[in-house]
């Protein structure tokens, strides 16, 4: 008879831990971007993640400097809101990757027999660090 009880706690307990791992290992659809309006909607996690990286270090700024963040009680991080087009940031973001794709296809492409790989802006190019382009003279060192 002990044999059995024990039997069956070990049963149960093995169960029930794939029970819970079956709920923690399917993707939450809540997960999935939304909102996007430039980025492929199929976009992976990894590659999104990959570009707001490189956005993000091509401005010297944070997420929250273009998506909404709010600051939850008790929590040391704030809840950032990715969807939300209320930061004007991210509507000039959307413009600019724009351009910038623009600007390769149409003129940088046409230069250089429609192979830019590697010879084709990004933010870093006009932004190098800051949040606004450097466009002017008067910041060019001399050499």
């Known amino acids: 008879m002990r044999l059995n009880k024990k039997l069956l706690l070990v049963t149960s307990l093995c169960g029930g831990m794939f029970f819970a791992q079956s709920f923690a290992a399917k993707p939450k659809d809540d997960d999935k971007p939304t909102n996007l309006k430039i980025l492929p909607k199929n976009i992976s996690e990894k590659e999104l993640h990959n570009i707001m990286r490189n956005f993000s270090m ?3 700024v944070r997420c929250n400097f ?3 963040a709010q600051q939850v009680p008790g929590q040391e991080r704030p809840q950032m809101d990715f969807a939300s087009d209320a930061k004007s940031e991210k509507i000039i973001a959307r413009k600019m990757m724009q351009m910038t794709a623009a600007i390769n296809e149409n003129y940088i ?5 429609g192979d830019h790989t590697l010879e084709s802006i990004t933010c870093v190019t006009c932004h190098m660090g800051k949040t606004t382009p450097i466009v002017s003279t008067d910041s060019l060192t001399k050499q």
């Open 58 to 60: 091509s401005l010297g």
């Open 66 to 68: 273009c998506h909404v």
């Open 109 to 113: 492409g046409k230069m250089i027999g």
